[in-house]
């Protein structure tokens, strides 16, 4: 049985956005621009990391699921693909998180 991956979330926001309409929330969320979209990514990153505080593996999922769509609704919006993210991650794969977070400006 095949999974759902993030890709394919990011295929079907990708759709829905080239969709358009009044049926499309993804659309919705996009035509209200890159900060409201920030904003909604911003409030799922509180209630996931409240339903994790709260030690509620459902809601954590649940929650989970909302925070990935929103954060890549968010990259649509500001025109970054998934794979730039991933290009990202792969570079720090070959290196310590102590030392990737160094070389980062100021080391945060």
């Known amino acids: 049985m095949p999974r759902f991956t993030i890709h394919d979330l990011a295929e079907t926001i990708d759709a829905r956005a080239a969709a358009?309409?009044?049926?499309?929330?993804?659309?919705?969320?996009?035509?209200k621009g890159a900060e409201h979209c920030a904003k909604k990514f911003g409030e799922e990153a509180v209630e996931t990391v409240i339903a994790a505080v709260e030690n509620d593996r459902a809601h954590l999922?649940?929650?989970?699921?909302?925070?990935?769509?929103?954060?890549?609704?968010?990259?649509k919006a500001r025109g970054v693909k998934l794979e730039e993210v991933e290009a990202a991650l792969d570079k720090r794969t070959n290196m310590s998180g102590l030392e990737e977070k160094a070389s980062r400006k100021g080391g945060n």
């Open 20 to 31: 358009g309409g009044e049926a499309s929330y993804t659309r919705k969320l996009l035509d």
């Open 61 to 75: 999922i649940a929650e989970s699921a909302d925070l990935l769509y929103h954060f890549l609704v968010l990259l």
